[in-house]
């Protein structure tokens, strides 16, 4: 089978690490790639946003599946442009149609589609044009922090706590009334603060049946002690020791099955990654956020754990299949640390050399902002690469992604030390 993987992060070079394993591929494209994912097939220029684009690259060039890495295509719509064109139609698209992904693309669809079907979340109101003075009504009946969201998808910036009324009241105004997010704050989700630890639940899904996924931890912050602004996740670890088989029932009758069967009932066809951004209150499971494929850098240390073969549960989507399947999983634990410019997520200089990858043992490297440049593999963005290592803990795992995080170098380079330390 020819795959056409979309994306060029951490989370795609684990992808194509994964599927390059598989007995059923016969080759990888990776659009547009990374230093890394050119180990495993060929990389390629497309713009993902022009399925026109995608589609003709496609044909000419017999893919039988398109793996959709990031959010951006699946809410833009590329799986029903294929389902829509002929010739198209017969390439399997792992990730939801438009509708199905607007559980990521619209928060406020996503907090209506939990209230109707009685998924544990926290208490909302969306606001929209208009309706400035009314959020701040409401507003004025909650206690801080304050959380708004802006409805639309805003590249992992468009939510704000605040603990400031005044702050919180302005931010409203500027999102509202100002456009701060553009289209994506026309709407704006003020909801209930939930205090409690964060853990990141995936399944894969034909649309009626599903498999769950390991569970894993991000670190969002930049500094130790989840200190200074949010990245795009500077690690993870998995499996999760709170999210034991009592709370992972929780979330499987909770949240998992209300959430199929609400997609059932919505008559929204669904194939791809669910990806469920759960609080751990007082070991009750509720939803901080859905996505619509699988989390990055989540992916780094789960698609590791996966010992069945992708491409065979992929194909299994298509035909509706997945009841006939398993998923083994490796009981170790696997621990991914990120290694990112000086400077991120802040500005940060691209096109430093990064040396000593050559001497990295008993760990996986996964590339994210790298790409070749005269023969050299240099830093092409801010989450540069992930190193991920097995262990029989937490403190195991992480003890070998450490000893290679120190072989890799360039420079600026900056990683978090303290990942993990609060699970152990
Ligand atoms: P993201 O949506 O990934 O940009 O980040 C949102 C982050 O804000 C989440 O990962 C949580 O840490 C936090 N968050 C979002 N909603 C809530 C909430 N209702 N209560 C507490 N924290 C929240
Ligand atoms: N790790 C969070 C995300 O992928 O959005």
């Not at 670190?219 to 500077?234: A, Q």
């Not at 059932?264 to 669904?270: A, F, K, L, N, P």
């Not at 997520?345 to 990295?360: D, L, N, Q």
């Amino acid at each position: 089978m020819n795959v056409l993987l979309l994306g060029g992060g951490g989370r795609e070079h684990a992808l194509a690490w994964k599927i390059a394993q598989s007995p059923e591929l016969s080759k990888l494209y990776i659009a547009p790639g990374n230093a890394g994912t050119l180990e495993h097939g060929e990389n390629i220029a497309l713009d993902l946003n022009d399925f026109e684009q995608v589609g003709r690259f496609a044909l000419a060039n017999d893919i039988d599946m398109i793996v959709v890495g990031p959010e951006a295509p699946l809410v833009g719509g590329i799986r029903d442009y294929f389902e829509s064109q002929d010739q198209l139609s017969r390439v399997t698209v792992i990730g939801p149609g438009k509708q199905g992904a607007m559980l990521e693309g619209s928060k406020d669809f996503a907090k209506a589609f939990m209230k109707k079907h009685n998924i544990p979340t926290a208490a909302y109101q969306t606001f929209g044009k208009g309706e400035t003075e009314k959020g701040m009504a409401f507003l004025g009946t909650l206690e801080p922090p304050y959380v708004l969201k802006a409805d639309g998808l805003a590249a992992g910036k468009g939510v704000i706590i605040s603990e400031d009324p005044e702050h919180a009241k302005e931010t409203l105004v500027e999102m509202l009334d100002h456009g701060q997010f553009g289209e994506a704050s026309r709407k704006v989700v003020i909801e209930e603060f939930l205090k409690g630890i964060e853990v990141s639940v995936f399944v894969l899904t034909d649309g009626e049946y599903y498999l769950i996924l390991p569970e894993a931890k991000e670190y969002k912050r930049i500094g130790e002690g989840d200190t200074g602004p949010n990245t795009g996740g500077m690690g993870s670890v998995s499996p999760v020791p709170f999210a034991d088989k009592v709370f992972m029932q929780k979330v499987e009758e909770r949240i998992i099955k209300p959430t199929i069967e609400g997609l059932i009932r919505s008559d929204i066809r669904y194939q791809g990654f669910i990806f469920f951004g759960l609080m751990n209150v007082g070991g009750d499971p509720y939803v901080i956020e859905y996505n619509c494929r699988m989390g990055d850098p989540e992916a780094e240390a789960v698609i590791p754990r996966i010992k069945s073969d992708l491409l065979t549960l992929f194909k299994a989507l298509k035909d509706q299949s997945l009841d006939k399947h398993s998923l083994e999983i490796s009981s170790k634990t696997a621990a991914s640390v990120f290694l990112v410019s000086g400077g991120y997520p802040g500005s940060y200089e691209k096109g430093k050399i990064i040396t000593g990858t050559e001497r990295v043992t008993d760990s996986i490297i996964f590339h994210a902002g790298t790409q070749i440049k005269d023969g050299k593999i240099v830093t092409s963005g801010g989450r540069v690469i992930a190193v991920t290592s097995f262990g029989k803990n937490i403190r195991d795992a992480l003890s070998i992604s450490y000893r290679n995080a120190q072989q890799i170098d360039f420079e600026g380079k900056y990683y978090r030390s303290d990942l993990g330390k609060d699970l152990m």
